[in-house]
């Protein structure tokens, strides 16, 4: 199965955690930038973070800079995101994509697989 698969969201108070997981083919996953990006009611899907394909490159949207960490492991062929600190704002369905290539981005629209999505529900 080539398309990736989220799990772990859920309903969680503001200043809780959650640890979202995504696995993917090892076809679609060996040697392949990873992100996560999150779509709010309402709102476009948005960057939330990336990692290369080595793990050595990691980038984060501003707004979850310090309290979001993206990590993957690749004997596995999955990769996470911690997320701390949480708040309201952070509630949206997160996807998670594969690249496809080593090369980063933060653009959806260059990321060639995509998940079902996973809600998480931050209550104030």
């Known amino acids: 199965q080539v398309q990736p698969v989220e799990s772990g969201g859920g309903l969680v108070q503001a200043g809780g955690s959650l640890r979202l997981s995504c696995t993917v083919s090892r076809r679609a996953f060996s040697g392949s930038t990873m992100g996560w990006f999150r779509r709010a009611p309402g709102k476009e899907r948005a960057f939330v973070a990336v990692?290369?394909?080595?793990?050595?490159?990691?980038y984060y949207a501003d707004s979850v800079k310090g309290r979001f960490t993206i990590s993957r492991d690749n004997a596995k062929n999955t990769v996470y995101l911690q997320m701390n600190s949480l708040k309201p704002e952070d509630t949206a369905v997160y996807y998670c994509g594969a690249r496809g290539t080593t090369m980063v981005s933060v653009l959806p629209y260059d990321y060639t697989y995509w998940g079902q999505g996973t809600q998480v529900t931050v209550s104030s």
């Open positions: 990692i290369s394909w080595n793990g050595d490159s990691l």
